[in-house]
Nanobody
Framework: VQLQASGGGLVQSGGSLRLSCEVT????????IGWFRQAPGQERVGVAR???????GYSDAVKGRFTISRDNAKNIVYLQMNSLKPEDTAIYYC??????????????????????WGHGTQVTVSS
């Protein structure tokens, strides 16, 4: 089981980045995928999630700026990040959560719900 996050980098405020999370080693049909981030000295928090059938959810901090999507055929989940702000600077992680039935929105943005983590990718937004 492996989740590989990529696509981070350095971008100016107002810019865009697209993160990718490639999943190998298990079938995604029973899993939701979430993107989480952890800034220095802060706890890891959820920012976006997508269930297998495609329904999505976002934290208030990124709603309207970030878009999560998934390609089930390729086992890849994307996070398109637009209008980036310096406060978006963090290490971004993708995580897989069991999802055989809907568990409420808070479940999918809670790091404690994650069964499998990928390595993070650094996103730095300069002002």
């Amino acid at each position: 089981v492996q989740l590989q996050a990529s696509g981070g980098g350095l971008v100016q405020s107002g810019g865009s980045l697209r993160l990718s999370c490639e999943v190998t080693g298990f079938a995604l049909i029973d899993y939701a995928i979430g993107w989480f981030r952890q800034a220095p000295g802060q706890e890891r928090v959820g920012v976006a999630r997508v269930r297998y059938e495609g329904t999505v959810g976002y934290s208030d901090a990124v709603k309207g700026r970030f878009t999560i999507s998934r390609d089930n055929a390729k086992n890849i989940v994307y996070l398109q990040m637009n209008s980036l702000k310096p406060e978006d600077t963090a290490i971004y992680y993708c995580g897989a959560m069991t999802d055989r039935y809907y568990r409420g929105s808070a479940y999918y943005l809670n790091p404690e719900s994650v069964n499998y983590w990928g390595h993070g990718t650094q996103v730095t937004v300069s002002s």
